[in-house]
């Protein structure tokens, strides 16, 4: 079993800032790329960033500047930092794994959580 857990959603004004957090729990021999993505009401998911395990990384360019995601691989833990929220990032944010297991390799989400950023 693998469970994928974001927290560090929530309100904020325009102009602040968040840091959402993405753990990956169970029974894993590792984790390789890892993702934010985004869904706001009417529109499709969409990537925001990813990270590779060496650290490589790839933004959407409406968050580039804005947005940092790093990784702790001692705890299967990825992060993203988001500065100069705009109401346009309002959505659900969900992380993505792609993980080695033992038994069940393969990518898995989150069930997401709310950034609300408001004007």
């Known amino acids: 079993q693998v469970q994928v857990a974001e927290s560090g959603g929530g309100l904020v004004p325009a102009g602040g800032s968040l840091r959402l957090s993405c753990a990956v729990s169970g029974s894993i021999l590792r984790l390789d790329v890892m993702s934010w993505y985004r869904q706001a009401p009417g529109n499709q998911r969409e990537l925001v960033a990813q990270?590779?395990?060496?650290?490589?990384?790839n933004y959407a360019d409406s968050v580039k500047g804005r947005f940092t995601i790093s990784r702790d691989n001692a705890k299967n833990t990825i992060y993203l930092q988001m500065n100069s929220l705009k109401p346009d990032d309002t959505a659900v944010y969900y992380c993505a794994a792609d993980v080695v297991s033992y038994s069940n390799s393969g990518d898995y989400w989150g069930q997401g959580t709310q950034v609300t950023v408001s004007s």
């Open positions: 990270i590779t395990r060496g650290g490589g990384t």
